[in-house]
């Protein structure tokens, strides 16, 4: 079975593995003061979620990442070559309590993520919704919420959208992160925050 590893444990990585949780589905959950503080967690997601490293973290598979911006290159630094393991990108360039975008000096904020993840294969995705909204059950209003995500590598994209169809949501492809990454992007983008829901 595909390894999961989370690194940041706030609103949307504790959302995640509330969801990987209920469907299921292991992962390694990871903040930057340590497994002990995660304690409360694990044992409420008990069997599933376990806390570890942001190294333990790290090694899994599928990656996903939900740090606050600021903090991204702090936590991301030393880690071991990335070696083609799947980045699923939930990051804003944007945080509380200002809620300044950040100056992104008119890149995407995907392709910075990109690069602070040498040889990952890396996909947008879980970013756009509230974490609250994200946790809630994504068979709504008689059809499957959906979760977009965009990225450039194929296979990596086939395998994030997978997980997505598994958790109960309806993935919906942007395509390429020059493409998807701008449409996806919070703020600017026109997608985020909509709760779209797709109907058989
Ligand atoms: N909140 C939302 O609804 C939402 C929705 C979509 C996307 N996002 C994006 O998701 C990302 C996370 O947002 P959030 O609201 O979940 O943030 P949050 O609640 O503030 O949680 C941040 C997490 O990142 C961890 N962290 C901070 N510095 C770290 C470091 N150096 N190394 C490892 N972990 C570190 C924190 O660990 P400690 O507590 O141990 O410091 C904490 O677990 C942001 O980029 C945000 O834009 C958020």
Do not use: C
């Amino acid at each position: 079975m595909t390894t999961i590893g989370i690194i940041g444990a706030g609103n949307i990585g504790s959302a995640f593995s509330r969801i990987l949780a209920r469907n299921g589905i292991a992962a390694t959950i990871a903040n930057s003061r340590g497994p002990e503080t995660l304690d409360n967690l694990a044992q409420e997601l008990a069997p599933h979620i376990t806390a570890g490293t942001i190294k333990a973290a790290a090694k899994a598979e599928i990656v996903l990442i939900a740090v606050p911006w600021s903090k991204l290159p702090l936590a991301l630094a030393g880690l071991p070559n990335w070696n083609g393991r799947i980045v699923i990108d939930a990051n804003n360039p944007i945080e509380a309590p200002l809620f300044k975008p950040a100056n992104l000096n008119g890149r995407l904020s995907t392709e910075i993520v990109a690069g602070l993840v040498p040889g990952a294969r890396v996909v947008k995705a879980f970013n756009h919704l509230l974490a609250a909204l994200l946790t809630k059950d994504p068979h709504a209003e008689g059809g499957s919420r959906v979760l977009f995500y965009s990225g450039d590598d194929e296979t990596a994209k086939a395998e994030v959208a997978a997980l997505i169809e598994k958790l109960g949501f309806a993935g919906v492809d942007l395509g390429p992160i020059s493409i998807g990454g701008r449409l996806a992007q919070f703020p600017g983008g026109p997608l985020p925050a909509n709760n779209f829901v797709k109907f058989a």
